[in-house]
T-cell receptor, first 112, second 113 residues
Framework: GENVEQHPSTLSVQEGDSAVIKCTYS??????FPWYKQELGKRPQLIID?????GEKKDQRIAVTLNKTAKHFSLHITETQPEDSAVYFC???????????FGTGTQLKVEL | DAGITQSPRHKVTETGTPVTLRCHQT?????MYWYRQDPGHGLRLIHY???????DKGEVSDGYSVSRSKTEDFLLTLESATSSQTSVYFC????????????FGPGTRLLVL
């Protein structure tokens, strides 16, 4: 089955700096890659996603890039703000189905 | 919140007792999922459903069963709860627009003593 690895597990940045979280996947048939943000005690919320026919997608301060050849995708957050502090999860849709496999999460802390 | 509710939101139970968690959706989406979330493991799929009475196992299905007798309700049952099943349980739905996108319910925090 699909295996998704996520790095780093924790990330601390200064306010205004950029943050990058990286994920790799194993199943070359995976074709959909969402990112979720989870604040403490809350549900995971979808923040951005990308499909395998696209190399990059942006939404204001966040962007996701996908390298299908290398089977990795990354989340980029620019001009970080304290409210960006949360746990971020990447996921990959297993080929042929409707099941997501999640990475183990990255705790992002934005320091003032 | 995509019209998803979970009940109960918190539960404390004892080892060996049966527990049923309920996920309810208001918009008749076909796909529903149960995940558990534990530190260091992210979100792991327990079971999912692709229609009334149609269910399948996820990666951590041992000790869990599910039922879906109505489109709007997806039940997760721990037949005999164990301490290793202490976790936060999230239900999710696939809205089908886009096809793959999943949205999560508010979660149920379960403590098995």
């Amino acid at each position: 089955g699909e295996n998704v690895e996520q790095h780093p597990s924790t990330l601390s940045v200064q306010e205004g700096d950029s943050a990058v979280i990286k994920c790799t996947y194993s199943d070359s048939a995976s074709n959909y890659f969402p990112w979720y943000k989870q604040e403490l005690g809350k549900r995971p919320q979808l923040i951005i996603d990308i499909r395998s026919n696209v190399g990059e997608k942006k939404d204001q301060r966040i962007a996701v890039t996908l390298n299908k050849t290398a089977k990795h995708f990354s989340l980029h957050i620019t001009e970080t703000q304290p409210e960006d502090s949360a746990v971020y999860f990447c996921a990959a849709l297993t080929g042929g189905g409707n099941k997501l496999t999640f990475g183990t999460g990255t705790q992002l802390k934005v320091e003032l | 919140d995509a019209g998803i509710t979970q009940s109960p939101r918190h539960k404390v139970t004892e080892t060996g007792t049966p527990v049923t968690l309920r996920c309810h959706q208001t918009e008749n989406h076909r796909y529903m999922y149960w995940y558990r979330q534990d530190p260091g493991h992210g979100l792991r799929l327990i079971h999912y459903s692709y229609g009334v009475k149609d269910t399948d196992k996820g990666e951590v299905s041992d000790g869990y069963s599910v039922s879906r007798s109505k489109t709007e309700d997806f039940l997760l049952t721990l037949e005999s709860a164990t301490s290793s099943q202490t976790s936060v349980y999230f239900c999710a739905i696939n809205t089908g627009s886009p096809r793959e996108t999943q949205y999560f319910g508010p979660g149920t925090r379960l403590l098995v003593l």
